[in-house]
């Protein structure tokens, strides 16, 4: 996609006002300097307020209204919100939970994927809405259905049923195929005619691991195709027009790699808590995932609340500076356009508490205010807008390990992966090092380290693939319970884990769970004792040599932290949970074999990030802190809010600095 500025702008519902607001929402808009909206998420009943009744003069006039203030249009196709005459005629299209109720309109996203009913009217409402815009000069942007698999991600309506049948036959084409990858001589499973074989639906114990997980892989798919068939036919219509649809970073339910590739800019919706003291570090970590799902393109925040949200228990505000933090978090991190949910805050209906660019109060408030000052700074920033972030470092991540690893009847059954994540993810945000996340299978030659968080899922080609790696000259840091399972979740024998044994030079025997009061210490060579708990791994070497060991229970003295030279590389295994300060601890060695480190020393809870085009480095510094503090700069930069030369930044608290630097950094 081509950015001609970097986007500024939000959700803009003109359905719920009337033309006399419409007029001021374009006058206020043009005042604040956005200059892209996301238009008609939530408008099918109004486009479409009988079937086949199509009554598009409102949007007509509101098109031509905002191309008129220079306004660019990111326009939805509004299937997020089937209306309710859709429901009576055709009441099948609503979902079902996997206890047999049927959810009910009055709300939003309340369609089943598989509905036939559902695709016959959305392709028309869709073939209609585009046929309908073509060639308006305003038309910027696709933006298909809304944050797809949101709040229902999965039906188990007989339909849903019978497609992934379907699926299933296309997958194994043959029942012994079926049963052997899911191992149903387990408990009586065996599936003898393809009409036994269902959903994983309520059983009395736990229902069969690898046949859920192709449940969500079926269901992750069936969101992808409401997507493809959806993008076809704007692509159809209008060949030039972009087509995204906003993600919701780490979202369990849908494998943003496979719909990322179907795109052509990715975007994503972001709403860290910001009574977190730590949100920048989740939030940053969710930047780098979006940049990452298109190899480092430049992707949209196509949402996040000016203040506060309306749907956590209380709801934190964004206090003064925190909105532009983490605006600036998302340039530096490779955005190209700042959206917000919404334009206008609603009257009615269950959104109205939320925070707008343009509150209840209108423009006599902090919001608009800090709304206005932001649209004016990043009108000055289309410099940056072919630059890139470039990343050192990369970790693993997949959703079908995400899936697998979560299932139930694990050692232990509190192993989760975000939590994993966003701490091993933490130590290289405040170490100012940038990160990619990457795919075991993918091209890993671009990256001095890779980091493996609880890789339990893998594949023969995602060993082969890491074992190059390392052999190559690359570093490779994996974490406890990694290659356990092939891709249908079956155990790789052969002694833990088979995929990676000769790459990491140890053997696991068996796994020690602690219980919540218990921990142990882990004693480094360097005599560091460190808090370790949650899980032991017992491992033998097979020539990596031990970092630390533990110090107490039956497995006293074996290793629990390793490193191994393979070729050219190392690699490092982490069998425990070691307490943050023993985590640091490992960096540090880490990152000095892997040759890591960042474009410049910062004070604590100052965020740095480079974006370069090869021949100019911007640097974002970012001040968290409620102190002033200096940032001193790697050479004389040109400061591009003031355009004043400088060498070290003073900043203010929550301050945000954006630096012109000469080369790479
Ligand atoms: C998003 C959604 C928006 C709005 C927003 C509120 O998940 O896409 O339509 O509901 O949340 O925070």
């Known amino acids: 996609m081509n950015f001609p500025h970097i986007y500024y702008g939000g959700d803009y519902n003109p359905e719920q006002w009337g033309p006399e607001t419409w007029e001021e929402d374009a006058r206020l808009m043009q005042e604040a300097g956005v200059n892209l909206v996301s238009l008609g998420v939530f408008s099918w009943s109004k486009i479409e307020p009988e079937a086949g009744r199509y009554n598009f003069s409102w949007l007509d006039h509101v098109m031509d209204l905002l191309h008129k203030h220079g306004v660019s249009i990111n326009l939805a196709t509004p299937t997020a919100s089937p209306p309710p005459w859709l429901v009576l005629s055709n009441p099948e299209i609503l979902p079902v939970t996997i206890d047999g109720k049927k959810l009910w309109y009055g709300s939003r ?86 009409e036994e074989v269902t959903a994983p639906l309520r059983t009395p114990a736990s229902v069969n691991p690898s046949q859920h997980l192709d449940w969500l892989r079926f269901c992750s798919d069936s969101w992808v195709d409401v997507f493809t068939e959806q993008k076809k036919i704007l692509k159809t219509i209008t060949p030039d027009i972009p087509v995204t649809t906003n993600f919701m970073g780490f979202f369990k339910p849908l494998d943003y790699w496979t719909l990322a590739a179907q795109e052509d800019v990715v975007s994503n919706d972001s709403y860290p808590d910001p009574s977190d003291p730590d949100w920048m570090i989740y939030s940053g970590m969710m930047c780098d995932l979006v940049r990452s799902l298109r190899n480092g393109e430049p992707w949209l925040l196509m949402e996040q609340a000016p203040a506060q949200v309306n749907w956590r228990a209380r709801n934190a505000t964004k206090r003064p500076g925190i909105m532009r933090l983490g605006s600036y978090q998302a340039l530096g991190r490779g955005g190209n356009g700042i959206m917000f949910f919404q334009w206008r805050a609603s009257q009615s209906g269950s959104e109205k508490f939320h925070s707008a660019m343009l509150p209840h109060a209108g423009p006599a408030s902090r919001t608009w205010r800090e709304v206005k ?42 192993l989760r992966l975000l939590p994993q994540l966003k701490a091993l993810y933490a130590e290289f945000f405040r170490r100012n090092i940038p990160v990619d996340f990457i795919q075991a299978e993918a091209d890993l030659s671009p990256y001095k380290l890779i980091v493996a968080p609880h890789l339990y899922l893998t594949s023969k080609a995602a060993g082969a693939n890491i074992e190059r790696y390392v052999a190559g000259g690359g570093t490779l840091f994996m974490t406890y319970f990694s290659g356990i399972v092939d891709r249908n979740d079956r155990v790789l024998l052969g002694g833990y884990p088979a995929a990676f044994r000769r790459t990491l030079g140890l053997w696991i025997e068996e796994f020690v769970v602690y219980m919540q009061s218990q921990s142990n210490t882990v004693i480094t060579f360097d005599e560091q004792l460190y808090n370790c708990s949650q899980w032991s791994d017992i491992i033998h070497l097979e020539g990596a040599e031990a970092l630390g060991h533990y110090q107490d229970d039956f497995f006293a003295g074996e290793p629990a932290v390793t490193r191994h030279q393979f070729g050219r590389g190392f ?95």
């Open 571 to 665: 690699s490092y295994y982490l069998g425990t949970e070691l307490a943050p300060e023993g985590l640091s601890w490992l960096y540090d060695r880490i990152c000095i074999d892997a040759n890591v480190r960042p474009a410049l020393s910062a004070p604590p809870r100052v965020e740095v990030t480079c974006r370069t085009d090869g021949a100019h480095t911007w640097l974002f510094a970012l001040n968290h802190s409620d102190a002033h503090v200096n940032v001193r700069l790697p050479s004389q930069g040109v400061d591009l809010f003031s355009g004043a030369s400088v060498n070290t930044l003073e900043m203010e608290p929550k301050g945000v600095a954006v630096i012109q630097l000469e080369g790479q950094v």
């Open 109 to 194: 996203r309340h369609y089943c994927p598989h509905s036939p009913a559902f695709h016959e009217r959305a392709k028309l409402l869709v073939t209609k809405l585009a046929e309908h815009v073509r060639g308006h000069p305003a038309l910027t942007l696709w933006h298909v259905d809304n944050e797809l698999a949101c709040h229902i991600s999965e039906c188990f309506c007989d339909v849903s049923i019978g497609q992934f049948r379907a699926w299933l036959q296309q997958r194994y084409e043959s029942l012994d195929k079926l049963n052997e990858a899911w191992g149903t001589n387990f408990w009586s499973q065996h599936y003898s005619q393809w």
């Open 373 to 414: 000052v932001l649209g004016t700074e990043l009108g000055k920033l289309d410099a940056l807008l072919s630059s890139r972030v470039r990343s050192e470092v990369g970790i693993l991540f997949d959703w079908h390990n995400w899936w697998a690893l979560e299932q139930s009847d694990k050692p232990s059954n509190e």
